[in-house]
């Protein structure tokens, strides 16, 4: 009998597999995905987790007996009442006797759960979207180091010491200066020995003038010399900011509903996992603002209702403020979101524009501005909607190529085409073109 | 026999940790009576300690050790592990193989009994069926087993990389969807040997590739001229139609297959023929490990090695194990084949040892025969399920479970009890139980009937609806899909009334094209 440990083997043996039957059922797993997205908190957005399939699109079909119609009999334990002849009301499924023979390998067509990794979920999740080329703006003038291997050097730290490398080159070293062997040395006093007593005092003479050149020659040249000695060597290289703040701004004033909270939470969440891929360390920041602004956590930017008119630049100042204050953007990739319903006072659009334009858009990696409106907005037809205040404000702003862009969102199933439309690759034309 | 019996100094261990000494000296306890006393006859062990992750793994693919690639048991993998982590499931204690040596994959997380337990269940008692049992030692080869799958992994790997993934995965696919009716029923001429197959497939291509010559595409042929009006007898007996092992005809047969593709389907009903004798004993099976593990733990526990806890812990799991639902419970899901097995052993004792007198009606051949292990090995070794029920199943038993017999003819308004269990039931049940472990009619009866090789080549196959229980539709349309994509050619079904001859239903399919090259019509 043999005991053999397999705890030790590598795992994974089934990754290959996985993957394969991900591939098989990739345009689902992906429907699954964005569905299950939308009902997440910013935070845990990213986190993996199971998504449900429909059975059909990986049925794996046999030639199986149906499990209905025909002649069929069951064989039942634990009879206490019916005796031979009786009759038995059929049950309502149909499926016989016992209701459980109709489905022979016991899942029938269940829809199909199994669990996505964290890395799996949001690869599907973000496929084909990128950020904008902007991110890489910050790498150089920063004073982050890290340090890489370098090859060797004949000075350092001897924590650093290259053992290896130092045991080569005094090998080399001894066999070139042709520094005795401990064997030989040890060869020849056996010889020596052996001779004791001998007459041969010649050989003997000879020998032991030998050995004692050998021993000589052996301490002057040392096992290891300075010479041999090499050290690790490290290169310092800057390190790119790998850090971003986003920034969630958001008017909260009577006049958005729930449901346009809602729709700006999803897409919230949408670019936090955005930029959760992108950067190692992602903060969020949230602001909300009536006629003045705020800075508050998770919680309260979402549920907490507020009253009061709105003054859309004073958020502006608050995001200043808090740059100012904890994110330089010589070390973070600021970027920042905006959801409104496009109401303004009317004397702020210009403050607005003035503060975006000169000092945040210059600070910012990308400005989105999405403006949410009702789910059932109908116009009688032959009406022009006027465009909200901010939507004319930003408009200009854009016009003249600065690095921000908005959209329009009425329902939530919008949401996600929005943000994708936001973010999606840029084909090589249009790269080009920009 | 306990009045000889020495009391160990000390129990094999206490509490619930193990460690590999701990196995060892449970082990040897084991084998000492399961050889010297139950007379057990075993291969070579081999106990290997896994993980949750790698008992998952083991699941997928079909509990063998190494495995081709496949999509599908992906899935299966993804499945048991999002139950099991969302602990809708609990995993098996312990898979084994019918391998020589035979492995036994044992839980870390099982306890020391646990482990105990396992090793009595599966390296001793599955074990000495998997060595002993007719139909292993008939359709298996024990000992070329995890060559033979190293051998299909690394081919269906080298075909990937050859072909293409995508074009081994469309193959394996349609074999998998005919896998069900990929196995030879009957013993044919020669026994399979699984250690040569691979060597033969070896020279057989050394051989195509030596004694290649491009000229003999340039011989002109015979005109073939002959016309025998008994073309159809003649056709059917070169194809030795009709076929029910379709996959082993779609390998001889299929016209437009590749060689590559051909020996792919070879190594899909290989190792379908490998597990056509489990689907056939999971009873007899589980029922002789079920007793086994059973006799060697109270063995154990008698000779003072295992405590009274250890005991308790091993009858509340031995417990779970065979108990059986009642029908009308909410946990029934069909006859536990654990419980039905274990009874009926347990039984087959009672019936040597202590014989009523309806007993020695019954069994007149064992009854108060006095060596119920001898009797024991013989069930095991020369029975399959449906026999062995028919044989061994006592009225005793019949009534302790309370069978009975239901009869639902769907023309009919009702559901009949045709037997229960009393004096006129008994056998009328045991015969009906036996009918139900019977893969012939367990099983749809399917073969291939004919194919037109002069015309437009279309394949023809019959299912013979046993009791007009028809095909599940929407799986027969899809399988017979990747029939047509097989064989690259039209393809019929015809859902046959046995007693009648009359056509129930007709399912046709016409070929994808993917894994053959399709000619246009």
Redesign the interface.
Known sequence: ???????L?P?G??L??????????KSQIRKAVHESAGSRSIKDADEGG?VVLPAQG???????????????????????E?????????PPNGG???G??GSPD?DGEDD????LSRDEFVDLFLEDLELPDLAKRRVVNTDALVYHRAGYSVSGSPANLALNRTVRNSLSRRIALRRPKPEEIQALKDEIAALEGAEDEARRAALEEELARKLRRSGVIPYIDPLDVRYRRFEAHPKPVAQAVMFCLMDVSGSMTEHMKDLAKRFYVLLYIFLKRRYKNVEVVFIRHTHQASEVDEDTFFNSPETGGTVVSTALEEMQRVIDERYSPDNWNIYAAQASDGDNTASDNDKTAALLTKVLLPACQYYAYLEVGRDSEHFPPGFIRRDSDLWQTYSTIIRNGAPMAMRKVGHRRDIYPVFRELFAKKTGAEAAAE | MSSTLIRAERPLFEGADWE?GT??RC?DAI?KVALNEMGLDVY????????T??M??AY?SIGMPLFY???????H???N??MY??GMQGLAYEIVINSN?CIS?IM?ENTAMMQTLVMAHA?FGHNHFFKNNYLFQQWTDANGILDYLEFAKDYIMSCEERYG?AQV?RLLDAA??????AVHKYPRKRAADLRSEEKRERERREHDEKVFNDLWRTVPGKENTRHDPTAAEQRKALLELPQENILYFMEKTAPRLAPWQREVLRIVRIIAQYFYPQSQTKVMNEGCATYSHYTIMNRLHEKGLLTDGAMVEFLSSHTNVVF??????RR????NPYALGFAMMQDIERICTLPTAEDKQWFPHIAGCNDHMNVLRDVWANYRDESFILQYLSPKLVRH??????????SE??????????E??YRK?KQ??AK?YDVSWT??D?QVVDVNLAGDRRLILH?R?L??????????R??LQ?LADLWGYDVLMKEVDPGTEAVLKEHAASPRPGIVQIEPT
Do not use: C
């Not at chain 1, 019916?82 to 059929?90: F, H, N, S, V």
């Not at chain 2, 998998?176 to 009716?181: N, W, Y």
């Not at chain 2, 308004?413 to 009393?422: F, G, K, Q, S, Y």
């Open positions: 009998m043999h005991i053999v440990d397999r705890r083997n795992s043996k089934n290959a597999n996985r993957q394969r039957f991900m591939r098989r059922a199971e990986v049925h794996e079909p046999s030639f199986r007996r149906s499990g209905t119609g025909g002649i069929r009999d069951h064989l039942l334990p634990g009879n206490k019916y005796i031979a002849g009786d009759t038995i009301q059929r016989g006797g016992s459980s023979e016991g199909f759960r199994f669990a | 590999f196995i060892q082990y084998e070579t062990n081999q106990i290997e300690v896994i993980g992750e790698q998952l793994d997928s690639k496949h999509w599908s048991f992906g899935k993998f993804s499945r592990e999002a982590r969302a040596p994959y870390e390296a993934e995965e998998h969807a005919l896998m069900s009716h059986q639902p009642e029908f009308d419970d029934y899901s069909g006859i479970f309370g069978l009975f017999h239901v009869m639902d003819d769907a308004p009702n559901l009949r009890v045709e037997a229960i269990h009393d006129r039931g049940i009906a139980l139900h099983s749809a399917i299912h609806a009791n007009r229980v028809l095909l599940e539709e929407k799986d027969a899809m399988v990747h």
